[in-house]
């Protein structure tokens, strides 16, 4: 049985309500996984619902189709892999771009063109700002061309981005 939760809502956290923000309280997804040989355990895996299919497929050893996008997270729940991928990228309407990694968050609001960036390990919550500390420089250049390199791979070009919003208007 593999189980899979919904993403989050915003109830005013950062002055938000609904589904319509790429914080993590709105962004986040739970999966969960039982059954004959899949042991007890949890993971911190950085993980999409698109997951599920191939995640399926590899438990019960079907082949999984050569189009799949999505990972196969057999070997996290066998406790064979820590991870499937060192990053998450979550896209929100014409505005909001983001790049997390195990610990870090660059949330990035492409109209104002501004960065903010998060420790979530230690500001799970996404209130501390860090993006303006100078030591924190590096690590934004690092996540700022991560974040190029998953709307290449995931064909979040500023044309795609317009058509969509075209379409939604009209």
Known sequence: VL??????MAMNSHGQSGKHNAYEH????????????????????????????????????LPIPGDVEG?????????????????????????????????????HRMRENRVALYDLK??????????????HAKRIAELKAALAKARIEYGDTDEAVARLMSSRSG
């Open 3 to 8: 189980f899979a939760t919904d993403h989050g």
């Open 26 to 61: 709105t962004t986040r997804v739970q999966i969960f996984a039982s059954g004959a040989g899949v042991p007890k355990g949890s993971s911190d895996a950085l993980v999409y619902l698109y997951d599920i299919y191939p995640t399926l497929c590899g438990l019960t050893g």
């Open 71 to 107: 990972k196969n997270l057999a070997g996290v729940i066998h406790g064979k892999q820590t991870k499937v991928r060192d990053h998450l990228f979550t896209a929100y309407m014409d505005d909001q771009r983001t790049i997390r990694d195990d610990q870090w968050k660059l949330f």
């Open 122 to 135: 230690n500001d799970p919550h996404e209130l501390n700002d860090l993006a303006k500390r100078p030591e």
